[in-house]
């Protein structure tokens, strides 16, 4: 009796969502239907971080953070509507290089393992950065121009295709939109 309750544990813990895991419609526990007054729920352990905007009038999108209770910034929530606590989640930029999807993209990943874990949807040219949409994820993957040959840096015109960005560019932002 005693090893089955063992094992049925042991096996209740590795059915536990994976806090970490990005996927299309989820981040972790977050999914795309989460609403805003469910964040201090889901996120217990940590610290929420609203801020209230001084001037309604601006109508701009309250950005909430996640942080972990030593600190670290984990991620950027953006509600559909601002300031309802009713809203679902829009928009989610992930901060913390724990968070990997599937095929193991973070953060930390470059353009070369991106391409090779995912097809590329489409490339916006920027002013600054070029912005690489994965339909697969539902996410964008900003990188800085600065990692581009200087011929691709100024004409925001071009048309950029996936064989003229380096392998080795970084990523400066990865966010996942529904």
Request: neutral net charge; hydrophobic residues 45%; aromatic residues 8%.
């Amino acid at each position: 009796m005693l090893l089955c309750a063992v094992i049925f544990i042991g096996c209740a813990k590795d059915n536990a969502p994976n806090p970490f895991l990005i996927k299309k419609n989820n981040i972790g526990l977050l999914t795309d239907s989460t609403r805003v007054k469910d964040l201090d729920a889901i996120f217990a352990n940590d610290s929420v971080v609203r801020y209230v905007a001084g001037d309604e009038f601006a109508g701009s999108i309250n950005v909430i953070e996640i942080f972990e209770k030593g600190g670290k910034k984990l991620l950027d929530v953006s509600p559909r509507e601002p300031l309802d606590s009713t809203s679902v989640i829009s928009s989610v930029r992930i901060i913390d290089s724990r968070y990997k999807t599937e095929k193991d993209i973070s953060v930390l990943s470059t353009f070369g393992e991106i391409q090779n874990a995912y097809k590329i949807s489409k490339i916006d040219n920027l002013i600054n950065a070029i912005v690489v949409s994965v339909n697969e994820l539902n996410a964008s993957f900003t990188i800085d121009k600065k990692e581009l040959p200087a011929s691709l840096r100024f004409d925001m015109s071009l048309s950029i295709d996936p064989i003229q960005i380096p392998e080795k560019a970084k990523i400066k932002y990865f966010m996942l939109h529904w």
